[in-house]
């Protein structure tokens, strides 16, 4: 039998080193794939002059399941999100930000278990209709809410609770002031709770959600949200295990799926060892999920769990004094 074939781009910045630590594990953890490296954001305008090649496309189609390192985007100009436009390309709706908390971290819950499901084609994040008067004095954007797209993504967010066995879903707006956009959102999440009796819905508006986020995060469990708060919560959710060495992301569509970190390209600690590669490692954990594999899975997860429980091998994020290829090297001698 032919073996899996899996995209990976390894990305920018901290990218492709996060991304060589966890395709080394899994080979380590005995995956058996097979990898087909492609380029997309700087990396693949400095290789092929453009930022998103055409043979990019026809991988991420084509393997159907892609493991992505951080592209950076330029900060208030330059070109749009590579990351926004492989997202809606591929239709992959939904974004998928778990985080868990792991001993021996110095976060300061020790009891995190949240998933932010995440709206991720629409809303003020995608960027539409973006523009700045020719006097540079009045800005605009476009934010568009389809009764479609709020309800295949509330009804992935209940699938998921109903799959893992959670307990509640947490509906995150701001319907009072945003009333169209987040109102619709709200309407539409409204009707599909009423489809899972089982399930315990709850609503909060955004703000009053970052607040009890951080001084009661024991009361979520499944978090479903518009595209941006929930491109917000997932990184507060992310300080509350550990920082964003420690927050996987998946984007799911019907036909591909790309897995890849929730931080960024870190151009902070790039090239410098320093970047933690839990982020990715637990990214491809989540593929491995998707995959139907969940005994390769749990065997890294297992693995990862007991370095970072040990600290003695663990990188800088997390209190520890080694690298990202000497905390690699400590799960790959765990496995
Ligand atoms: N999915 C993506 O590709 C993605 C996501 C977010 C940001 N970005 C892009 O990344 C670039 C940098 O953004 P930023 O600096 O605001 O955010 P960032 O997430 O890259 O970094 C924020 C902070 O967290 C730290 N950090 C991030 N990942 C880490 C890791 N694995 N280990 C240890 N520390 C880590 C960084 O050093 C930095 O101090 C921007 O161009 C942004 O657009 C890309």
């Known amino acids: 039998m032919s073996k899996r074939m899996i995209t990976v781009i390894p990305g920018d910045g901290i990218?492709?080193?996060?991304?060589?630590?966890?395709?080394?594990?899994?080979?380590?953890?005995?995956?058996?794939?097979?990898?087909?490296?492609?380029?997309a954001g700087l990396t693949a305008l400095e290789k092929y002059g453009e930022l998103l090649p055409q043979r990019t496309l026809d991988m991420i189609e084509k393997n159907k399941i892609t493991l992505?390192?951080?592209?950076?985007?330029?900060?208030?100009?330059?070109?749009?999100?590579?990351?926004?436009?492989?997202?809606?390309?591929?239709?992959?709706?939904?974004?998928?930000?778990?985080?868990?908390?792991f001993k021996g971290t110095q976060a300061r819950y020790d009891n995190i278990d949240i998933i932010t499901v995440r709206e991720n084609t629409e809303g003020m994040y995608s960027g539409?209709?973006?523009?700045?008067?020719?006097?540079?004095?009045?800005?605009?954007?476009?934010?568009?809410?389809?009764?479609?797209g709020a309800e295949?993504?509330?009804?992935?967010?209940?699938?998921?609770?109903?799959?893992?066995?959670?307990?509640?879903?947490?509906?995150?707006?701001?319907?009072?002031?945003?009333?169209?956009?987040?109102?619709?959102?709200?309407?539409?999440?409204?009707?599909?709770?009423?489809?899972?009796?089982?399930?315990t819905t709850d609503e909060m508006i955004v703000d009053a959600t970052c607040m009890k986020l951080v001084m009661n995060p024991e009361i979520f469990d499944v978090i479903v949200t518009t595209n941006l708060f929930g491109d917000i919560l997932s990184d507060l959710c992310a300080g509350l295990v550990g920082g964003l060495g420690?927050?996987?992301?998946?984007?799911?569509?019907?036909?591909?799926?790309?897995?890849?970190?929730?931080?960024?390209?870190?151009?902070?600690?790039?090239?410098?060892?320093?970047?933690?590669?839990?982020?990715?490692?637990?990214?491809?954990?989540?593929m491995l999920e998707y995959l139907g594999m969940a005994d390769k899975a749990e065997k890294i997860r297992a693995a990862v769990t007991a370095v970072i429980a040990e600290g003695d091998r663990t990188t800088r994020d997390l209190g520890g004094t080694h690298g990202t290829t000497d905390f690699t090297q400590a799960v790959i001698d765990r496995l």
């Open 246 to 286: 420690m927050a996987p992301g998946a984007n799911i569509g019907k036909d591909a799926a790309i897995f890849e970190a929730v931080h960024g390209s870190a151009p902070d600690i790039a090239g410098k060892n320093l970047a933690n590669p839990t982020s990715v490692i637990l990214a491809s954990i989540q």
């Open 128 to 148: 539409l209709g973006q523009t700045l008067s020719a006097d540079g004095s009045t800005a605009e954007a476009t934010s568009i809410i389809t009764r479609k």
């Open 15 to 39: 990218g492709p080193s996060i991304i060589d630590a966890a395709i080394k594990i899994l080979d380590k953890a005995g995956c058996d794939f097979e990898y087909e490296f492609t380029d």
């Open 68 to 101: 992505k390192g951080p592209l950076t985007t330029p900060v208030g100009e330059g070109f749009t999100s590579i990351n926004v436009t492989l997202r809606k390309k591929f239709c992959l709706y939904a974004n998928i930000r778990p985080v868990v908390s």
């Open 152 to 199: 295949q993504i509330t009804v992935f967010a209940y699938e998921l609770a109903r799959k893992e066995n959670r307990k509640k879903v947490t509906i995150v707006h701001k319907a009072n002031i945003m009333k169209s956009t987040s109102g619709l959102f709200l309407k539409v999440a409204r009707e599909v709770s009423l489809r899972y009796p089982d399930i």
